[in-house]
């Protein structure tokens, strides 16, 4: 495994609270929670490789969501207490991955549209919902392979946030999201090679905090569908009139929701402590 040193910025204190960020963002995506939340947690905004300014994978062999992962293990190990995790998308899956390897070290997992597609290829491969990914992450990689970076970095925003929305982006913001792609690319293969099944899902023993947008695509909203069916006993809430790149495009929306769990989940483990301290 290879070891870089990633970005990280920290604000407040408190509770610990790591924010991992979706496919071709940053840490940047949380601004919004992250003051909403300063005045009563410790957050932790992680740059995954190749995204912010975290370097990008050199090992000699494919990125795995478990590189991904390394980088924020230490944070947990390092958090008095353990650490709540919030994810987006592809850092939704690397929270999910996080709290099935690192039980101990997780109080509670908060993830908006995890995008677990071995969930769905293990499920079905061939039904709609698969399909179209396959689809997508194919014409993305074959646009990155003959050097057409903006091309993949169009296919990869409009099919994540709607045709038209890579043309009225500001130009800043696609040359950032194309400099991102040959980093972003090895975010599918890393997902759809990933281990990660529904029976360890269903052992998690934290509180689970599972969101879909309602307006999203049909590969998350099948994820979000088949995690209802392994993780029952989790929260499962849909969000009205937010697609798969709600986090960013709706931040107010779900920086309300995130924070009322976050601080739902401090007050219950804080109420435990004190009653074991009275036991």
Not at 74 to 94: D, E, M, N, R, T
Not at 128 to 149: D, K
Request: aromatic share 6%; charged share 20%; proline share 6%.
């Amino acid at each position: 495994m290879i070891h870089v040193k990633p970005n990280i910025k920290t604000a407040g204190e408190g509770p610990t609270v790591v924010l991992l960020h979706s496919s071709g963002s940053s840490g940047r995506q949380w601004d919004m929670l992250v003051g909403a939340l300063q005045s009563r947690f410790r957050l932790l905004t992680v740059d995954f490789h190749g995204h912010g300014s975290t370097p990008a994978w050199s090992g000699d062999r494919p990125l795995t969501l478990e590189d991904d992962a390394a980088l924020v293990a230490p944070l947990l190990a390092a958090a008095p207490g353990g650490a709540h995790i919030v994810g987006h998308s592809y850092g939704g899956a690397v929270a999910l991955r996080l709290a099935q390897k690192h039980p101990q070290l997780v109080n509670s997992v908060a993830v908006y549209e995890p995008v677990l597609f071995r969930l769905l290829f293990d499920y079905n491969a061939r039904q709609p919902a698969a399909r179209e990914v396959m689809l997508a992450a194919a014409r993305i990689r074959t646009n990155l392979l003959v050097g057409r970076i903006d091309r993949a970095a169009a296919h990869f925003v409009d099919y994540w946030s709607g045709a038209g929305t890579w043309d009225a982006m500001p130009l800043s913001r696609r040359q950032t999201v194309a400099a991102r792609m040959p980093s972003i690319v090895p975010h599918f293969a890393a997902l759809f090679s990933d281990t990660l099944r529904r029976s360890e899902l269903a052992r998690l023993p934290m509180p689970v905090l599972c969101l879909t947008g309602a307006r999203t695509k049909a590969s998350t909203r099948r994820i979000g569908e088949l995690l209802r069916l392994a993780m029952p006993s989790a929260t499962h809430e849909m969000l009205a009139a937010l697609g798969h790149m709600g986090p960013v495009t709706h931040p107010g929306a779900v920086t309300a929701r995130l924070a009322g769990w976050l601080d739902t989940q401090a007050m219950l483990r804080d109420a435990a402590e004190r009653l074991l301290e009275a036991a």
